[in-house]
């Protein structure tokens, strides 16, 4: 059964570095998502991306975040400065139709020093 | 500011017993419902979803649905041990756009 992944699977980087999460959504998916869970809270929402353009983004997703669907499989999440409250698990999902179910990738878990 | 809430838990059946999982949200315009399991340190994973009044089943799992009261719920019947994680209630307002908004989620624990 087709799966979302995501790369790498945990990221350690130091306060003021970008980093770059990386996603391969379900192939004939065409609504892909960034979520995050801090430890120990609730699933956020962060983006929802579709015909190649942000369609929705929340407070949290401000200017040091960008996303972009770099070819017809990857779908990245760049933190251009990190700080020490964006270590957090970060959730690609995707979805296909008018259902809106959406599918989790495992996870990357960012830890920021 | 859209919520979804849910008692956090823990909720703790013994395995066989039927676990009873509520979960409220405050959009009256939210369309579409679903119930994830969330296993420490992994991914949501959909279970259920749920889209008009009523009960939906699917094997062990009944989602249900009302609207009138804004309330969701998922039964768990014959619980397992492996049934024990946390359980996400996330809504979709569609007339909002797409994005899921979570609940904190119950933890359920069933024991042997």
């Known amino acids: 059964e087709p799966e979302v992944t995501q790369t790498p699977s945990h990221q350690v980087t130091q306060m003021g570095q970008e980093v770059i999460l990386r996603c391969v959504p379900i192939s004939n998916h065409l609504y892909f998502y960034w979520y995050r869970q801090i430890l120990g809270q609730k699933v956020e929402f962060l983006v929802s991306?579709?015909?190649?353009?942000?369609?929705?983004k929340s407070e949290i997703f401000d200017d040091q975040f960008s996303v972009e669907r770099p070819d017809g499989s990857n779908f990245t999440l760049k933190i251009r400065s990190t700080k020490l409250e964006d270590s957090a698990m970060y959730f690609c999902?995707?979805?296909?139709?008018?259902?809106?179910?959406?599918?989790f990738g495992p996870g990357t878990r960012l830890t920021v020093l | 500011q859209k919520e979804v809430e849910q008692n956090s838990g823990p909720l703790s059946v013994p395995e066989g017993a039927i676990a009873s999982l509520n979960c409220t949200y405050s959009?009256?315009?939210?369309?579409?419902f679903f119930w994830y399991r969330q296993y420490s340190g992994k991914s949501p994973e959909l279970i259920m979803s749920i889209y008009s009044n009523g009960d939906k089943e699917d094997g062990r799992f009944t989602a249900q649905l009302n609207k009138a009261s804004q309330y969701v719920s998922l039964l768990i019947r014959d619980s397992q041990p492996s049934d024990s994680a946390t359980y996400l209630c996330a809504v979709n307002s569609n007339q909002a756009g797409t994005a899921l908004i979570f609940g904190k989620g119950t933890t359920l624990s069933v024991s042997s």
């Open positions: 999902a995707s979805y296909r139709d008018a259902l809106g179910e959406q599918f």
């Open positions: 959009d009256r315009g939210s369309q579409s």
């Open positions: 991306f579709y015909n190649n353009e942000i369609s929705e």
